[in-house]
C-alpha cells in the first residue's frame, strides 16, 4: 500500500476532533521549532507564525456562520482569541519568546479536542 493510500484512507476514517487536533499538533511544533532559530530568521519564523495565524483566522470564519453548532458563547471566545492571535504574532515576530503564549493557546485548545479516554496517553504528544 502506497503511503499516498494510506493517507488517504486515513483521511477519510478520521473524526473531525482528531482531525483539528492533528492540524494543532503540526502547527503547534511548528512554532515551538521556530523559536529556536536564530533571531534573524525572521522568514522561518514568520512562515511559522502565519500558518498558525491561517489556522485561527479559519476557525473564527468557521465560528462566525450561522450553521455554526457550536454554542454562541464558544463560538465567540474562539473568535476572540483568533484575534489576539493574529496581534500577538506581531509581536512573536520580533520578541521569539512571545511564541510561548501561542504555543500555550494552541495546548488549551488541544486538550478539549482530546478524547476523555485518550487525554493521558496523548497529552504528551507536543512538547
Given at each position: 500500500m502506497s503511503l499516498q493510500a494510506y493517507q488517504q484512507a486515513?483521511?477519510?476514517?478520521?473524526d473531525p476532533r482528531s482531525t483539528e487536533y492533528r492540524?494543532?499538533?503540526?502547527v503547534t511544533r511548528a512554532l515551538m521549532a521556530s523559536?529556536?532559530?536564530?533571531k534573524e530568521d525572521v522568514?522561518?519564523?514568520?512562515?511559522?507564525?502565519d500558518w498558525n495565524r491561517r489556522v485561527w483566522s479559519n476557525l473564527a470564519i468557521d465560528c462566525a456562520s450561522q450553521d455554526n453548532k457550536l454554542p454562541e458563547s464558544l463560538r465567540a471566545a474562539i473568535i476572540s482569541l483568533s484575534i489576539f492571535v493574529s496581534?500577538?504574532?506581531?509581536?512573536?515576530?520580533r520578541n521569539p519568546d512571545a511564541v510561548d503564549d501561542l504555543v500555550d493557546i494552541n495546548r488549551t485548545v488541544m486538550q478539549g479536542l482530546m478524547p476523555q479516554a485518550n487525554a493521558g496517553a496523548e497529552g504528551q504528544a507536543v512538547g
Open positions: 486515513s483521511q477519510r476514517s478520521e492540524l494543532f499538533a503540526q523559536k529556536t532559530l536564530p522568514k522561518g519564523r514568520a512562515e511559522a507564525l496581534k500577538h504574532a506581531s509581536v512573536a515576530l
